[in-house]
């Protein structure tokens, strides 16, 4: 099974700070790299998937990048609502598998 | 608008099995495959299985199989996710989601179905 190892597993920031999440595969990855983001009592939203590409509706300080075994998804400008938990997850091979999440904290 | 609509909070004895169903609307279900994934309380995201829903097809996790049975039910647009011999880890909240035309990503989810295994 391919092991994604997100870092850090949480972070304190304040509105309008700039957050990096970095999520490393135990193997290299082809585009199969997606980012979602979960709040509490609530099912994940699809945030990023083939690495760089933005899901409708997802505002523009949202960011991803990355190749082979090392990604990270960037925001921009923390806005209140951007408080939760964020998820990696590889579809490049069975089973899917997911960070163990790093939850973004208010300062 | 698309929809993933779950079954209610079960509670159930260890050794039982549990049935839970995705109700699907607002797009064609045959085209989609359906993915299920479980959150035990305060832990990550683990995946589970999908179907196909145009075929039956199936395609579990290890971890899963052997206990795991996903079917679905064109005619009410209706995917199940079934896991048998329950133990207390099993006790968790199970989401069905359907995945992204052309890309292997889960773009709509369900809102998920708490199972809980208690004696």
């Known amino acids: 099974d391919i092991q994604m190892t997100q870092s850090p597993s949480s972070v304190s920031a304040s509105v309008g700070d700039r957050v990096t999440i970095t999520c490393r595969a135990s193997q290299a990855l082809t585009s199969w790299l997606a980012w979602y983001q979960q709040k509490p009592g609530k099912a994940p939203r699809l945030l990023i998937y083939a690495v760089s590409r933005l899901e409708s509706g997802v505002p523009s300080r949202f960011s991803g990048s990355g190749s082979g075994t090392d990604f990270t998804l960037t925001i921009s400008n923390l806005q209140p609502e951007d408080f939760a938990t964020y998820y990696c997850q590889q579809a490049n091979s069975f089973p899917y598998t997911f960070g163990q999440g790093t939850k973004l904290e208010m300062k | 608008q698309v929809q993933l609509v779950q079954s209610g909070a079960e509670v159930k004895k260890p050794g039982a099995s549990v049935k839970v169903s995705c109700k699907a609307s607002g797009y064609t279900f045959n085209n989609f495959f359906v993915h299920w994934v479980r959150q035990a309380p305060g832990q990550g995201l683990e995946w589970m299985g999908w179907i196909n829903p145009n075929s039956g097809g199936t395609n579990y996790a290890q971890k899963f199989q052997g206990r795991v049975t996903m079917a679905r039910d064109t005619s009410i647009s209706t995917a199940y996710m079934e896991l048998s011999g329950l133990r207390s880890d099993d006790t968790a909240v199970y989401y069905c989601?359907?995945?992204?035309?052309?890309?292997?990503?889960?773009?709509?989810w369900g809102q998920g179905t708490l199972v809980t295994v208690s004696s």
């Open positions: 989601a359907r995945e992204m035309e052309q890309w292997l990503v889960l773009h709509y």
